[in-house]
């Protein structure tokens, strides 16, 4: 419940940026330096816009209690290193560590999806029957 409800709300705010930036609505920063919405938009927008789209996707998926929400939630700790390519001054240390922290993050996220019993029983029960039509459901 907890990541269903925070992942919309982290979700609303990213498109809330989107929305405000062209505007240059709001106070924006890339790596601790102002910069203007349209600035913002240009050099992280895609970036902020995938994410955005990624957050929602998961936050529906867990409310609608689709199984394909698991890989997802995967590809979201995996594709954190897209961020620092965004950066003015990004250095290869820095792309290093952050895919480091990011393949950990993955890597616990699996753990706890694909390898904790009653996770793992949960989401194999969303695949077998549609949202309203578990046994005790009906």
């Not at 505007?23 to 895609?46: C, E, H, K, M, W």
């Not at 954190?80 to 990011?102: K, R």
Request: hydrophobic share 55%; net charge positive.
């Amino acid at each position: 419940m907890l990541g269903q409800w925070g992942t919309l709300f982290v979700g609303g705010l990213f498109a809330l940026f989107l929305v405000l930036a062209p505007f240059n609505l709001g106070s924006y920063t890339i790596d601790g330096d102002a910069v203007t919405g349209p600035q913002f938009l240009r050099q992280v927008g895609l970036v902020v816009a995938f994410y955005t789209a990624v957050l929602f996707a998961i936050g529906v998926g867990l409310w609608r209690e689709r199984a394909w929400t698991r890989p997802l939630m995967i590809v979201y700790w995996l594709a954190l290193p897209l961020l620092v390519l965004t950066s003015a001054d990004w250095t290869v240390g820095g792309l290093v560590l952050d895919f480091l922290w990011s393949v950990a993050m993955a890597g616990i996220a699996w753990w706890y999806l694909y390898v904790r019993p009653n996770v793992v029983a949960y989401f194999e029960a969303r695949k077998r029957y549609p949202v309203g039509m578990m046994p005790n459901e009906r």
